[in-house]
């Protein structure tokens, strides 16, 4: 007799950590679908950033070349700088196609 409630208890753990073991795997499903859903939103935020940096940097050239002497001034330096970057990058090009 005390080997069947021996057995019977063996059996009650079991029982437990197979459910245990089912429900962690439903937990570990469920987290890991949550991180790429957040790791999407991520990536999408990121984008947003992205895009609305290169829009307050339009915003402030704009805002320069329609502002005061001081602004002009610094608008004009950085669209020669930017047409000096451009410059340098057609000389390499035409430099790489010459090769």
């Known amino acids: 007799m005390a080997c069947k409630s021996i057995i019977t ?14 429900r962690l795997e439903a937990d570990y499903d469920a987290v890991c679908q949550e ?5 999407v939103q991520v990536r999408e935020q990121q984008e ?6 290169a829009e307050l940097q ?6 320069g070349l329609a502002g005061n002497a001081t602004d002009k001034n610094k608008s004009r330096a950085r669209i020669n700088l930017l ?3 451009v410059d340098k990058c057609i000389a390499l090009l035409t430099k790489a196609q010459q090769n």
């Open 9 to 22: 208890h063996i059996e009650a753990q079991i029982d437990r950590v197979i459910s245990q073991h089912e």
């Open 35 to 39: 991180r790429d859903e957040l790791r």
């Open 48 to 53: 947003a950033i992205q895009a609305l940096n």
């Open 58 to 63: 339009r915003l402030r050239l704009a805002e």
């Open 83 to 85: 047409l000096r970057e």
